[in-house]
């Protein structure tokens, strides 16, 4: 099931509608959606790595527009809206940590968990509760999202063969792995903080 999947993916990251896909996904990670953008920007960049940076420049835009919208999640409806997607997740702890740290050291969560796959909409949603500066916020978004799909999609494009062959010998292992880091983000973010 798992290579019809992924042959599905590769066939689909090749596909007319790939970057839309990839855009629109993007953009929901960073205020509502589980699902990191990566699921569509590693087989794009595998399957036409010319293209490897208008992929990371697609993300990272559409991450940061996404962004926005959990950033006004926070600000205007954090009580009606917010909060929900944050107990959804089960991150309340963590979102309440993370409104703390806002008041000492809101740039620096942004930097730093921007670059991570720890779900970034509960920063962009606390960063909005906490009513940290807007422009701040954009530009740190910018840099970290913007570092992140771009050393991901520059390793795909710089060693995208090996890469793929990598995955197709070990996809079921990878997806396991993926699925345990996924899974393990939510729980280490809900017990950590």
């Known amino acids: ?28 990670e960073s205020s ?25 420049l697609v993300c ?36 309440e940590a993370y409104q703390a740290m806002f008041q000492d050291w809101g740039l620096w969560i942004i930097l730093i968990k921007g670059l991570t796959p720890i779900p970034y909409k509960v920063v962009t949603i606390a960063s909005g509760a906490a009513q940290f500066d807007l422009t701040v916020f954009i530009l740190a978004s910018i840099a970290t999202r913007g570092a992140r799909f771009s050393i991901e999609a520059l390793l795909l494009w710089a060693f995208g063969e090996p890469i793929r062959e990598f995955i197709d010998k070990r996809l079921n292992q990878l997806t396991w792995i993926f699925l345990a880091c996924l ?11």
């Open 1 to 28: 099931m798992m290579r019809r999947l992924y042959n599905w993916i590769m066939t689909q990251a090749a596909g007319p509608h790939a970057t839309a896909v990839l855009a629109f996904l993007s953009f929901l």
């Open 32 to 56: 509502v959606f589980p699902i990191p953008p990566d699921v569509m920007l590693v087989p794009m960049c595998l399957a036409n790595r010319r293209r490897a940076g208008f992929y990371a």
């Open 183 to 193: 899974i393990g983000g939510f729980v280490a973010i809900r017990f950590i903080f």
């Open 60 to 95: 990272t835009v559409s991450s940061v527009v996404g962004g926005l919208l959990g950033y006004a999640i926070g600000f205007y409806l954090i009580e009606s809206v917010g909060r929900g997607i944050i107990r959804f997740y089960g991150l309340e702890h963590a979102f």
